[in-house]
């Protein structure tokens, strides 16, 4: 058929999967257009941390820090096991091999990298465990992107970093918390004197990676441009059907159709019919699982729809979002229990456990309580409770509760009076211990990563028995679902049958997930969205 367009490569999304599908089909000497359904691109990876892990990475190898390809694969063994198609032994091996082509090659466009050394895998006491596998982009100057700046989602000039985060929770307890503190100040005035618009986290990624490609490499980018259908011609996916301008736009891919166009986080149809819950997402609103419709409608099969990356989150006020929280859960001086005032996990545990937790606990209905005395809010810094305004409209809609005893905490929120004061007495004496003997809490490095090192014996250990006390309603959230497109080691797209489903490909949150229901180490979701996204690039380049 005749195309209105055609380029080598069509790529649908565009997050951290599709600037990686770009990126290396431009470095193959490949034409490549670039689609957005929103008016913002940068998909989830903009909004998110930024961090990728990616094990046995070329950075780690030039600073000396250990690691290889049999302990990584040991601990995606350990840690992701066999779940199905997407967390095959072949898919794991890909991953793993397809690291080193993709900081070498982001590097080549000049993307710079900086390790977060000191952050643990998630369960850094499996053979094969490590501290220090994640990398993200370093800060740097947004003005690189020219006009694309406008429309980067969730543009914010921030030049934190992830390697910062866990420090500066307690910036005004610890030495080091004070330090890290000083520097992201200096970062932040430095750039204001030099007259830079520094960016960090996930909008470092998208910058940098953006600027390779739609800078540097002028790759076209077509916002508001939704894939409406795939086109098929003799069984191979050979292009594209785009809503663009109100008209239909036919486009095609000569040597391939990547689909990087997020999960579905914002279907609420779609959560209910597959996870089985009201839904407190963080993720994209822009993600409503069209591409993965569109995919299935043309024989591709689909995994892990009923998981996601689960996560607890403060409940979001009316007309606002909720607030996914990591380290505060963590910090000592406070612990988290269901409706009734009991514990029920190790509140220190990856958010992915966590949520899985929720979930066999009480189907994630809730709510959940985060109880807290008052040196948590002295000590550390909340992340969800820095904007006044948002603070009085918490304690306005009940989500934040403030009482002088327990027992009228426990009144004000519903919860069992003596079932809190039992849960508190019993913690209470653990952290005296320095042993949670409920739930272990504290006894992986990657616990204490987020914890107190002035707070002994266990530094996630602290005491709740001084007032006034604080409860922040809590509710099962997630940072977008896993579910999706089975794909092979090459990410291209298969049917039920296990055939491939020529000229299609997936990556990022629209395929499933490699790393199958569990959350092996910081950056999951985006190091192997970027390796699988550059992966397909490369198989395209040997298409003719």
């Given amino acids: 058929m005749e195309f209105d367009h055609t380029y080598d490569v069509v790529v649908v999304g565009t997050g951290g999967a599709g600037l990686a599908t770009a990126m290396g089909a431009v470095d193959e000497g490949l034409s490549v257009l670039l689609l957005e359904s929103t008016d913002k691109w940068g998909g989830s990876t903009a909004m998110s941390g930024g961090g990728m892990w990616l094990p046995n990475n070329p950075l780690m190898a030039r600073a000396g820090a250990a690691d290889s390809r049999e302990d990584a694969l040991a601990y995606l063994e350990a840690t992701v096991g066999d779940e199905g198609r997407a967390a ?89 918390g004070m330090v890290r503190g000083a520097q992201v100040v200096f970062r932040i005035l430095g750039g204001v004197v030099t007259g830079k618009r520094l960016v960090g986290i996930g909008n470092a990624f998208a910058t940098a990676f953006g600027h390779a490609v739609l800078v540097k490499h002028q790759v076209p980018l077509w916002l508001d441009s939704p894939l409406e259908d795939l086109v098929v011609v003799d069984g191979r996916v050979a292009g594209v059907r785009v809503s663009r301008d109100g008209k239909e736009v036919t486009v095609g891919a000569r040597r391939g159709v990547m689909i990087a166009a997020g999960g579905f986080d914002a279907n609420s149809q779609w959560r209910r019919e597959h996870h089985g819950i009201e839904h407190a997402t963080s993720g994209n609103p822009g993600n409503i699982g069209a591409a993965i419709e569109i995919a299935q409608r043309n024989g591709a099969d689909l995994e892990l729809m009923d998981d996601a990356w689960w996560g607890a989150s403060v409940a979001p006020v009316a007309g606002g979002a909720p607030s996914f929280i990591v380290g505060e859960r963590s910090m000592p001086y406070s612990i988290m229990v269901d409706k009734a005032g009991a514990r029920f996990a190790n509140e220190s545990e990856s958010y992915v456990d966590l949520g899985h937790h929720m979930l066999e606990h009480d189907k994630g209905v809730g709510p959940y309580w985060l109880v807290a005395d008052a040196r948590h809010a002295r000590r550390y810094l909340r992340t969800f409770a820095l904007d006044p305004r948002a603070n009085r409209a918490m304690t306005e809609q009940g989500i934040t509760v403030k009482a002088r005893t327990l027992a009228e905490l426990a009144d004000a929120t519903g919860m069992d009076p003596e ?25 992986s490095a990657y616990d204490r990563y987020y914890g107190d090192p002035t707070v002994h014996p266990n530094p996630n250990l602290g005491p709740i028995e001084k007032g006034p006390f604080t409860a922040f309603r809590v509710v099962l959230g997630d940072l977008g679902t896993k579910g999706g497109i089975v794909t092979d080691e090459r990410a291209r797209a298969l049917r039920a049958d296990g055939s491939v489903i020529e000229g299609l490909y997936a990556a990022g949150n629209v395929s499933a997930s490699v790393m199958g229901r569990t959350y092996p180490g910081p950056g999951s979701t985006i190091g192997p969205a970027a390796v699988f996204g550059l992966v397909a690039a490369r198989d395209m380049a040997t298409r003719g």
């Avoid at 211990?433 to 272990?440: H, K, T, V």
């Fill in 88 to 176: 095959s032994r072949a898919r794991k091996e890909a991953f793993v091999d397809g690291v080193e082509d993709l900081v070498t090659t982001a590097e080549k466009n000049g993307v710079v990298f900086a390790r977060a050394a000191d952050y643990p895998d998630y369960y850094p006491e499996l053979p094969g465990g490590r501290i220090g596998r994640a990398i993200e982009v370093k800060p740097l100057d947004s003005k690189l992107l020219g006009s694309w700046w406008k429309s980067l989602r969730g543009a914010i000039p921030l030049p934190a970093k992830t390697d910062d985060v866990w420090l500066l929770g307690r910036a005004w307890s610890t030495p080091s």
């Fill in 419 to 443: 079932t809190l004061r039992a849960t508190v007495a019993r913690f209470n004496g653990f952290t005296r211990a320095g042993i949670d003997g409920d739930f272990a809490r504290g006894n």
